[in-house]
């Protein structure tokens, strides 16, 4: 633990940091795939005709939406690991340094 309350309210406000950085954007990214996902279900549900509508050859409007649906996810996989490296990473490791005691990054 940190050596004294200094040391740790600084890691409870690092993390505090973190956490706030964090939902700055898993909120969107969250509610961009849970539209993405909920709104090609509805879709399915209740608008067979409009997926059904030829787009190239025999590929339909459905599967365009199913392989978008799919590269989104990778799309927000990549952008989530790569903001991750670099906001979310350093301030874990700042907080985790201030935890442990080892020293107070500024």
């Known amino acids: 633990m940190a050596g004294n ?3 740790l309210e600084a890691a409870h406000a690092s993390i505090r940091l973190l956490i706030a950085e964090k939902l700055k954007f898993l909120v969107p990214m969250t509610i961009i795939f849970m539209v993405g996902y909920i709104g090609l279900t509805v879709l399915a549900g209740f608008a067979r005709e409009l997926l059904g509508t030829p787009v190239i050859g025999s590929v339909n409007l459905g599967f365009v939406l199913i392989a978008a649906n799919y590269l989104l996810s990778w799309v927000l996989a ?3 690991g790569r903001i991750a490296a ?3 990473d350093p301030l874990a ?4 340094m201030q935890i442990s005691g080892q020293g107070d990054w500024k």
């Open 5 to 7: 309350g200094t040391s």
């Open 78 to 80: 990549i952008v989530y």
């Open 86 to 88: 670099e906001r979310f």
């Open 93 to 96: 490791a700042k907080a985790a």
